[in-house]
T-cell receptor
């Protein structure tokens, strides 16, 4: 069974600073990988996804993520954070075979200081 | 607009009551899912259905039941057997293997 670890529960950055949110997964092969964002009391919105091919993936709102097979990681990055990026971020993995449901990490809450 | 509609947005349950959360999608997706979200625990899978009239237990199915009589609908019943039902419930659907599309959630509170 797959699992996802997001080691940072809470991160605070200054507006305009760069951001990196960490995600490590456990799975026997290369999984499908996703990053979602959630505003308080809302559903989840997809930021980006990786299925195969180029390991650097571009997403919406200026986010990108890099798949590193050797490190079993899929870290999310943004060069310059905006106050509107404050939210909770979830990394998720999906299996190419077997159960289709995504497995989620516990999330990282991002706070942005002015 | 295509999407997933969850209702109600807020739901209050008395001890010993069963309550049903609605989830409807017009995306023509085969697979639908119910997740439970608690602070600091991410999303945990309750039940999922990959086709009409078929569903499987997820990781935390005890105290919950579902049905899938129509492709568009996947209601979740929180039974009195669920000892700690207060949580945020999210419904999702997928067209196959790939990204999940989420509803806006239902917040259930036991009073």
């Amino acid at each position: 069974a797959q699992s996802v670890t997001q080691p940072d529960i809470h991160i605070t950055v200054s507006e305009g600073a760069s951001l990196e949110l960490r995600c490590n997964y456990s799975y026997g092969a290369t999984p499908y990988l996703f990053w979602y964002v959630q505003s308080p009391g809302q559903g989840l919105q997809l930021l980006l996804k990786y299925f195969s091919g180029d390991t650097l993936v571009q997403g919406i709102k200026g986010f990108e993520a890099e798949f590193k097979r050797s490190q079993s990681s899929f870290n999310l990055r943004k060069p310059s954070v905006h106050w509107s990026d404050a939210a909770e971020y979830f990394c998720a993995v999906g299996a190419p075979t077997g159960r289709r449901a995504l497995t989620f990490g516990s999330g990282t809450r991002l706070q942005v200081q002015p | 607009d295509g999407g997933i509609t969850q209702s109600p947005k807020y739901l209050f349950r008395k001890e010993g009551q069963n309550v049903t959360l609605s989830c409807e999608q017009n995306l023509n997706h085969d697979a639908m899912y119910w997740y439970r979200q608690d602070p600091g625990q991410g999303l945990r899978l309750i039940y999922y259905s990959q086709i009409v009239n078929d569903f499987q237990k997820g990781d935390i199915a005890e105290g919950y039941s579902v049905s899938r009589e129509k492709k568009e609908s996947f209601p979740l019943t929180v039974t009195s057997a669920q000892k700690n039902p207060t949580a945020f419930y999210l419904c999702a659907s997928t067209p196959g293997r790939g990204q999940a599309f989420f509803g806006q959630g239902t917040r259930l509170t036991v009073v």
